[in-house]
């Protein structure tokens, strides 16, 4: 079941615990089966509560997912990177994207030929038009998330 799991709370108290997150914000709810008079009821509000959250909150599409900036890039460019070489001592910047199937799509332009800001600004110039090929859809895996926000 997507984003939702049965937990033992204490001995004898068990419960569902509703988890997911959208945009970076976590969403969680406890449904104890005591409280809700048992254990599919507990479920069914869980249920409930996690369906009417995903139809509200609004998933990242792919094309906003590619576009975030990672917390450990250096560049202040989301998908570009500096990187060295045997072959290029004095580095290069490259611009990637993963497009679907698991593919990566690369472009890379080196310190020697262009010099480091040029090859800089070519690697984030290339990123956009990268970026320009993304399909713009959501950005989710699981079957329910999906179905649920196509719901809106």
Known sequence: MYAIRRHRAAKNAWCWRVRFSRRGVMYAKTFYDLACGGA???????????????ANIPALTLVAFHAQRRSNNLSGVPGVHFLKSAAQPLGFWQAKIKVSGGKSTTRSFSVRQYGNREAYHLAVAARSELLANVENRLFLHHAVAKRLSKKR
């Not at 599919?40 to 995903?54: G, N």
């Open 40 to 54: 599919k009821e507990a479920k069914a509000q869980a249920v409930a509560w996690r369906d009417e959250r995903l």
